[in-house]
Each structure stands twice: as structure tokens, then as C-alpha cells.
């Protein structure tokens, strides 16, 4: 079935491009600078925005992120502010698919059927939990199938294929590649491991219908090229636009220029991939 | 498919939430275990190890004048506290490592509170010659500077965290995050019965010793089972593993003891089974304090040990189904228990254990004079000299007028 994410997917395809996943945190530096960011991110070209929901503790994630939620927090922000930001993100665009990319206490500590439900009234489409593994996900595969929200399940360079064709199955948003053996953040480069894992999950998430993004520690046009020319059919950003966002904290035209230029980059990537 | 008992689960909490690159090592670790578990050579070599270096069996000391002072039921003392290291962290670390060492893996990692757990493990990491990594908060490390030193003595390298509160919670973070990143060659080594599955099952079978012992030697002094088998409760390790081979003798109860800090309406405190509720949470389903958010809440005690918001997934299902009650007291009445034990019994027990002695001081009046109870002492108190000298120079509690009413203390 079709939804905005594989929707925005199939039109990338047809015009032989590949997507551009771009990162931030909900209320960071403030609420309404993430709203001013993602729609420079969209205006730059960014095809697809997932939204960190803060996490006091968030796992899979290194400094530079983890600094942002404990900022963020400390702030006050509640995951209900990170709803009413998708929403009035939506106002605008109806069509850029919005995920919120969050942890698995955050989506079920109040019930999860109530967070899903105040979810997609707030017209989110989907959902990246990346401690949530499909063993655990029978409750959340039932509410968001119910909802019509998507699923992004993760998959790791040392999956197993018979694991990876549960995910592919599963997922039904895209399947999210976390490139490395690490958390989230740059690296300064890549092993051969990563692109070996991209040609070999392409395959079979294909086979299932679905495409394959690849995400963490990508920082330069370079990275993402590399990714793409192993299968990626997207690639995804985050720290990298948290580092820019930090670096220009008390300079907004310098952060959305610098924001620009670094989207852009990877555009002219996506767009002409070979 | 997958039924219950393979991820782990204890009623509805349990399980395995963890990034997916950890799935095939938790996968792994699993079948090794299950492995090793019916592996007469395994065993045998872990029972030597817990004999000539660990120094099991422990005693089960039968505390007359502490008895005889609360008037109360018979209170024998499960002596933890005497093995090598000073608590029974030793007894999951040694399971461990050697698995580790099984496995092939040469790194081990490990969270630490106080350090108990992190010198735990950089012991029997020393003994299988694996590279050990400890990571700690870094308010910790600034106040345990002695267990810091000693785990280097041990040959471990101890990493401080700054992240989040800078505590035990934000240690297993960076544990977990270490462990992601060297998942090939490296073993985390959890200090208690939580965490993702088959972590609370293994941890919990590697304390269980405690709880067969108990069972025989009670069975030899008395004849019978005890009616009631207490013990301190942190993650949950040395609870779970006293109570475990009890949980089918339905006439026992299990009292698990946990942290009340300066008291439960403080909001400074460690009592996630009376104050938290259900979560997920490093790497399992469990009870949590936490805000209403969902936002994981620091916890608070005077004993590191117990100074965790969490709790093991099989303490969650053994409070939902009323095997196990879950009462907590405060550090002032676990102060006052750490000082009366030493007094009586000549035993200066670790201020987690403390909270348990603490239980049954408060409540032996509940209880009949012919009762039997055992009471368990998880480690001894030598690393928390320090800590409780300053408490009482801070004079937050009137122990030195209890003192002077006490008086029965020599004999
Ligand atoms: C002596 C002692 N007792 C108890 C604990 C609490 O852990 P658990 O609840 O896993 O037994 C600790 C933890 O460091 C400890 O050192």
C-alpha cells in the first residue's frame, strides 16, 4: 500500500534520483528555530525529514545528538511539542513525508496506542525506533498497520539475511541502514564493510518491494556518493545538520546558509548519482 | 517462532530492546549460554573457581544477638560478604568471563556504580587474562576514588562519563554505546539481573548459588525451609538470587528491599517498584521511575549499589503476581542498620546489605519468635567507611542518641 514515504520513493525512482533523509531535533535550539530548519531543509531539498524526539538516555546515539536532547530537555520540551511541530510543519506541506525518530520508552511509557492515535492526529506518517526490533514489535506492527502510519525497522552490517528479509517484509516505510558498527555521529571514513553490507541489503530489501536508506556518521558528499553508487536508495543526515545547527546557534542567516550550501551538496549527489 | 522463554520474558517484562547490531551478539550469547549451562566441564570448572578463589560455600551465620535484641523471630545472615571482593557481584563475573573467554572474545566491558561490579569484573578478568574496560559516571568516580584506583591495580582501564547524570544509569549507556561499536570482540559483562535477554536469566542462574545454599543450609540447622528469606534489591541480583530456588515453596516469603533514599515523597530515592512505573529501558520491559513523559528519572541513595532507576524484569513479574513484596526504607534507617550490625555482630555489612538488616530491625515485630528468617548480606561495608563517617559528621540523622539507648551491644 502506498503512503507518503514510499509515495515519495517511487517518484524518485521514476526520475532516477535518490532521497535525501535529513535529521533534526524537535525543539532544538528552540521550537521555533527547528521549524524555521526543516523548512530550509525542505526548501533546500531535502526529500524526506525525520524528527528526534528528545530521550533522556538515547543509546544508539553519540555526543553530538545526545548533547541536543539533554539541551532540549532541559528546556523544557515534551514529545506533545514535537507533535505540534510536525503539525504545523503539515500545514505547508502536505505531501514531505515527516517521521518522528524516537525511542521505544517515549512511544509506550503513557500506552502506546494512545501515542500513536495523538500521532497521526498530529499527521505524522511514520516512525524510526531504533531499540525497537521486530521480535518486540507486535503490539506496534498492530496499531500502526491499524493507523496507517509507516514503519522503518533498522538493520545493522551484521544482520543475517533470514533477519533482513523479516525487517524488509516489515517495514513499510523504508528500511533504515545504520552503516556502521557505532553509534550515531561523523565518522572521518568508512570501512569496506559498510559498502559491502549496502550492495548485499539492497538486494534483498529489493526483493521485498522496499528500499534501503543509509544513515550514521555520513558527512560529506563524498560519503553519500559512495553509498549510493553501493545501492543506497537514499541516504540519510543528521549530525552533520546538528553540528551546523550548533555551530550557528546565535546566527540564523549563517546557519540556514550553511545549512543550504551542505543540503545542496548531497542534492547534487542524490540527483545525479552516476 | 519464537515463544515466551526464548526472548526472555517474566510475564509480560523482559525481552530484548536493543539496537539491531547487538541482536546477533545478544543471539549468540544466548546459545553459548544454554550451551555451557548443561556443559559438565563448564560447570565444574566455574564450581572450582567459586571454591579455591571466590571461597564458596558461604556461611550462614545464625545472629543471636541481633536476635536476641529485636526480640523478634530467628535471624540467620547469608554471608556474601566474605567472599573474595567483598560481595557477590563475584559470582555473576566469574560465570561470565569465563563464557566470555569460551566465546572467544578478548575485551570485556562493564558498567560500575560504586565500583563493586567494576572490581567484580576486573577480577575475573585478570584470572581469564581478557582485557577489561570499566565505564563509570563521573560523580562517581569523584566519589570513589579508592575503587577507581583498585580497578586499575586489577589491570582495567576505567572510562568516566559525562553524559546525562553522570551516573551508573549514564554508565550503562556508554557500556551499551562501547558495545555497539566492538560487538565482534568484546563481551559487556551486566552487573545485574536487567538488560536484554539472556542477560536477567544468566545473571540470575549465576546468583541462584546463594539461594541452593541457603535452601541446604537452613534444611541442616532447622529441618525445614525458612519463612522468610529477605535481601537488598537493586538491579536485583542477590534478591533474585536468594529467592530463586524458593519461588515454588509458596509458604516462604520473598522480601525484596529496595532504596527509599531521604523517603519516597522526597522524589530522592531508588524505590522503582513502589514509585515507578512500567517502561523500556535499557535494553528491557521493566518498572522505571521516570516523568511523565517517559523521560528516565535520576535516581537517589545512599548506598551507589542501589542507586539505579531501574529494576531486573523478573522482580517486576514477581511484584505483579504477589510472589515477592517489595517494602523500601530510607538511608537513615540503613545508616542505623549498618551501624547496629557492626555493633552487635561484629559484622560491618555494605550499605546495600544494610537496607535489608534495616527491614527486619523495622519489622521484626511482624513477625513470630519462632519464625526463621534469612536475611541476605550482599557484600561488606569497608567501602562505605567513608561515606557513612560523613553522614554522620553531617549529622542528618540522631544516631548518637539511639546510640546510647541501644546498649546491649557486647557480650
Ligand atoms: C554489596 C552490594 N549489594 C547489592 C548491590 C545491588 O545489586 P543487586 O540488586 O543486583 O544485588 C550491589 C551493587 O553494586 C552491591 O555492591
Known amino acids: 500500500m502506498e503512503n507518503n514515504v514510499t509515495r515519495t520513493f517511487n517518484n524518485l525512482v521514476q526520475r532516477n534520483e535518490k532521497a535525501l533523509i535529513g535529521y533534526v531535533v524537535g525543539g532544538y535550539p528552540t521550537l521555533e528555530l527547528s521549524r524555521e530548519i526543516i523548512e530550509q531543509l525542505i526548501l533546500s531539498g531535502v526529500d524526506i525529514i525525520e524528527i528526534g524526539v528528545p530521550f533522556s538516555d538515547p543509546m544508539a546515539d553519540g555526543p553530538i545528538i545526545q548533547e541536543a536532547f539533554t539541551r532540549t530537555l532541559n528546556c523544557g520540551i515534551a514529545p506533545k511539542d514535537c507533535l505540534n511541530l510536525v503539525k504545523s510543519v503539515r500545514e505547508r506541506h502536505k505531501e514531505t513525508p515527516l517521521l518522528l525518530m524516537t525511542y521505544s520508552n517515549i512511544l509506550y511509557s503513557n500506552g502506546l496506542d494512545k501515542f500513536l492515535i495523538q500521532s497521526k492526529n498530529c499527521d505524522i506518517d511514520g516512525f524510526i525506533v531504533p531499540d525497537l526490533n521486530f521480535e518486540e514489535a507486535d503490539d506496534y506492527l498492530k496499531e500502526t498497520s491499524k493507523l496507517d502510519l509507516a514503519t522503518v525497522f533498522l538493520t545493522s552490517p551484521n544482520t543475517s539475511t533470514e533477519r533482513l528479509e523479516k525487517i524488509a517484509a516489515l517495514s513499510t516505510g523504508f528500511v533504515y541502514m545504520v552503516s556502521v558498527f557505532g553509534i550515531t555521529g561523523s565518522r572521518n571514513k568508512f570501512e569496506r564493510y559498510t559498502f559491502e553490507s549496502i550492495s548485499r541489503s539492497k538486494a534483498i530489501v529489493s526483493s521485498y518491494g522496499k528500499h534501503l536508506a543509509v544513515g550514521f556518521g555520513i558527512s560529506t558528499t563524498k560519503d553519500g556518493r559512495r553509498m549510493i553508487e553501493s545501492g543506497a536508495d537514499g541516504i540519510i543526515v543528521g549530525s552533520s545538520l546538528i553540528n551546523i545547527i550548533t555551530k550557528n546557534e546565535h546566527d540564523k542567516s549563517k546557519m540556514m546558509s550553511e545549512l543550504d550550501i551542505f543540503v545542496k551538496g548531497l542534492k547534487t549527489v542524490c540527483k545525479f548519482p552516476n | ?411
Open chain 2, 1 to 411: 517462532m519464537k515463544n515466551n522463554t526464548d526472548l526472555g520474558k517474566f510475564g509480560t517484562y523482559g525481552g530484548r530492546y536493543v539496537p539491531e547490531t547487538l541482536i546477533p551478539a545478544l543471539e549468540d550469547l544466548d546459545k553459548w549460554y544454554q550451551r555451557l549451562k548443561v556443559d559438565k566441564s563448564f560447570q565444574l570448572e566455574l564450581r572450582g573457581l567459586l571454591k579455591d578463589f571466590a571461597g564458596r560455600s558461604t556461611p550462614l551465620y545464625y545472629a543471636n544477638n541481633l536476635t536476641r535484641h529485636l526480640g523478634g523471630p530467628k535471624i540467620y545472615l547469608k554471608r556474601e560478604d566474605l567472599l573474595h571482593s567483598g560481595a557477590h557481584k563475584i559470582n555473576n563475573t566469574l560465570g561470565q568471563a569465563l563464557i566470555a573467554k569460551k566465546m572467544g572474545k578478548t575485551r570485556i566491558i562493564a558498567e560500575t556504580g560504586a565500583g563493586q561490579h567494576g572490581v567484580a569484573t576486573s577480577i575475573a578478568s585478570a584470572v581469564f587474562e581478557l582485557e577489561s574496560e570499566i565505564y563509570m559516571g563521573a560523580k562517581d568516580v569523584e566519589r570513589q576514588q579508592l575503587n577507581v584506583f583498585r580497578m586499575n591495580l586489577l589491570n582495567s582501564k576505567v572510562h568516566s562519563v559525562h553524559s546525562g547524570s553522570k551516573t551508573l544509569k549514564d554508565a550503562i549507556n556508554e557500556a551499551l554505546r562501547d558495545w555497539i561499536a566492538n560487538v565482534q570482540d568484546t563481551h559487556y559483562l551486566i552487573g545485574s539481573v536487567m538488560g536484554p535477554h539472556p542477560f536477567p536469566t544468566m545473571v540470575r542462574d549465576f546468583q541462584s548459588v546463594i539461594g541452593r545454599e541457603i535452601k541446604e543450609q537452613i534444611h541442616k540447622l532447622s529441618g525445614n525451609l525458612p519463612d522468610a528469606v529477605i535481601a537488598c534489591v537493586g538491579g536485583g541480583s542477590n534478591a533474585i538470587g536468594s529467592f530463586y530456588p524458593f519461588i515454588n515453596d509458596k509458604k516462604v516469603k520473598l522480601i525484596g528491599v529496595e532504596a527509599g533514599g531521604e523517603g519516597i515523597r522526597t522524589g530522592f530515592h531508588a524505590a522503582t517498584l513502589s514509585k515507578g512505573r512500567m517502561g523500556i529501558f535499557h535494553g528491557m520491559k521493566s518498572y522505571f521511575l521516570q516523568d511523565e513523559n517517559g523521560q528516565i528519572s535520576e535516581a537517589h541513595s545512599i548506598s551507589a549499589g542501589l542507586d539505579y532507576p531501574g529494576i531486573g524484569p523478573e522482580h517486576a513479574n514477581l511484584k505483579d503476581t504477589d510472589r515477592a513484596a517489595y517494602p523500601h526504607v530510607t538511608d537513615k534507617e540503613a545508616v542505623r542498620a549498618f551501624i547496629l550490625l557492626s555493633k552487635l555482630e561484629g559484622i560491618i555489612p555494605a550499605l546495600e546489605s544494610a537496607h535489608a538488616i534495616a527491614y527486619i530491625m523495622k519489622n521484626a515485630n511482624n513477625f513470630k519468635k519462632d519464625e526463621t528468617i534469612v536475611v541476605t548480606v550482599s557484600g561488606r561495608g569497608d567501602k562505605d567507611l567513608t561515606i557513612v563517617r560523613e553522614y554522620l559528621a553531617g549529622s542528618k540523622v540522631g544516631i548518637e542518641k539511639n546510640k546510647t539507648t541501644k546498649g546491649n551491644g557486647n557480650s
